[in-house]
């Protein structure tokens, strides 16, 4: 079994091309190209902003154009992690496997983040069966590294008021919201200088932590590392000229 077997085959089969489009967060040019030309063959309406976000339209089946416009939303780019270093994302296809019930990539990330997500949005709005009201599809850039792409959306891109985002974790589910984070740029000035002959040098490690998502995981309660190191070296301090 390949995972165009899969169903839905047309989702499967969309998310197949996309698994063999190079997509790495900031890089997103080959995936955009594509995204442009599936909206070219199958006549859907599309357009870009000043930084690569990419939307489509879709008008409403007849008789259901007084509906309101549904954006559904997801990104274009991917995590890019491999157990061989010298895999190049930027230019070499992901090769998916079938385990049973799962899907996964062989010996790389899967992309499925967001991916599948891409592949529902691409296969309703290509498929003319549907009964919908107005319809737009929207992919930004840059979501796993600063979000750059929603937040500097263009300003005439998208007209509808309803948003559906598609890069969710459980099945069956709709999210009404979430939790926010926040980046702080710390800025300081320090001198150096030759440490002392006479200090002694500790290597300290934290090490077989459960790991987890912050999205996912983050109810878990479970440790940071880098809390944990940072509380370590706040009490050595106290107690000690470190």
């Known amino acids: 079994m390949t995972?165009?077997?899969?169903?839905?085959?047309?989702?499967?089969?969309?998310?197949?091309?996309?698994?063999?489009?190079?997509?790495?967060?900031?890089?997103?040019?080959?995936?955009?190209?594509?995204?442009?030309d599936f909206a070219s063959e199958h006549g859907i309406a599309v357009k870009t902003d000043a930084v690569g976000n990419v939307l489509m339209s879709k008008p409403a089946t007849p008789g259901h154009e007084q509906a309101p416009t549904l954006i559904m939303q997801g990104h274009m780019d991917m995590v890019c992690e491999s157990n061989n270093k010298d895999f190049d994302f930027e230019n070499t296809p992901i090769t998916t496997i079938i385990d049973g019930d799962w899907v996964h990539a062989d010996g790389t990330t899967l992309g499925a983040d967001n991916g599948i997500g891409m592949a529902a949005s691409l296969a309703v709005m290509a498929d003319d069966s549907l009964v919908h009201g107005p319809l737009e599809a929207l992919f930004t850039v840059d979501e796993e590294t600063g979000m750059t792409g929603a937040n500097n959306l263009g300003a005439d891109m998208m007209n509808g008021t309803i948003l559906l985002n598609l890069d969710s974790e459980d099945d069956a589910e709709v999210y009404v919201g979430c939790a926010g984070g926040i980046d702080t740029t710390v800025e300081f000035e320090y001198k150096r200088e030759m440490s002392a002959s006479d200090c002694h040098w500790f290597r300290v490690e934290l090490a077989n932590l459960s790991g987890g998502h912050s999205g996912g995981d983050i109810h878990e309660g479970r440790a940071n590392s880098n809390k944990l190191l940072a509380r370590?070296?706040?009490?050595?301090?106290?107690?000690?000229?470190v």
């Open 232 to 241: 370590f070296l706040f009490g050595l301090q106290k107690k000690y000229p």
């Open 3 to 36: 995972i165009k077997d899969l169903k839905p085959t047309l989702v499967w089969n969309i998310f197949d091309q996309i698994t063999k489009v190079p997509r790495p967060s900031k890089k997103e040019g080959k995936i955009r190209q594509y995204l442009l």
